[in-house]
């Protein structure tokens, strides 16, 4: 008896919910492959990277723009399951689309977005974003990931400090944005010259973006973690130390505008 009124239920249920479905289904489509920012108002998207100064411009933006509430990473686009097995928006989607929709400032800071070639894809569609990519020298950004995870989760494994290093492909990212014609939409700022004088950079950007920003009356400064230039090793060895110097080279090449002098060769 239970079951059959279970099985009453669950066909009343379908019944109704099988047009509101298809509307739902038909609204995240594009989510699928990828979502989009579309209609959205966000002006600016900064791309990463990770450990690179994201969290720091952030808030010396949100300082500029006059407060507010703003959500710094709102991962609308990296939604690995955008619709679940309903067909209905999966509860990923529902948050990441919240957040966008109660964003004020028209700005999206999610470093994650460097490494998926799904939301760069995403962004190709979004002609009217501006894209920013912050890079900290390959070394001492890998570094630096290192150093947070062992102060807040005590240990490393082989896999974190294999996925620090990939972070610090940089190459990677420029060759995906390339192909996607993304290149010539994306402003590239050092991490090094940022936390020297991050109000004046963060106006430059602001004024390229096209977002409202007024220096801040208090100084904010970089995070310790971050104004450290990893001088700890942090368990990477040798040849772990010669990829990331692979990466610095192919990145000074690739993009010409970085000034060298801010990521000294490194040494093994």
Known sequence: MTENRWKVAARSLAKQSVLSAARQRRRVMRAE???????????????GAQRAGTTLLFDVMMAGAGGGESIKELHALDVARPIDRRGLPSADYLRGHAALA????????????????VSLAS???????HLLM??????????????????????????????????SDYPRTISMLDKLGLYDRTRFV???R?????????????????????????????PRQNASHG??????????????DAFRRETLTLLPALDP????????
């Not at 990931?145 to 400090?161: E, F, N, P, T, W």
């Not at 936390?195 to 208090?218: C, H, K, L």
């Not at 002098?261 to 093994?268: D, G, Q, R, V």
């Open 123 to 129: 962004l190709a569609q979004d002609a009217d974003v």
């Open 33 to 47: 492959s990828p979502g989009t920012l579309d209609g959205s108002g966000i002006k600016l998207v900064c791309i």
């Open 190 to 192: 050092q991490f090094e």
């Open 231 to 244: 001088s700890a090793e942090y368990f990477l060895d040798g040849p772990f130390v010669k990829v990331l």
């Open 194 to 222: 940022l936390i020297t004088n991050p109000q004046a950079e963060a106006a430059e950007i602001a004024r390229w973006a096209g977002i409202p920003f007024a220096p801040a009356t208090s100084d904010i400064r970089a």
């Open 102 to 117: 109660a964003q004020q400032h028209g700005i999206d800071f999610t470093p994650a977005y460097a490494a998926s070639p």
């Open 134 to 167: 912050l890079l900290r020298d390959p070394l001492d950004r890998a570094r630096s990931a290192l150093q947070y995870h062992v102060q807040r989760y005590g240990s490393l494994d082989a896999r974190i400090v294999d996925e620090a290093v990939h972070k």
């Open 261 to 268: 002098t801010l990521w000294p060769e490194a040494t093994a």
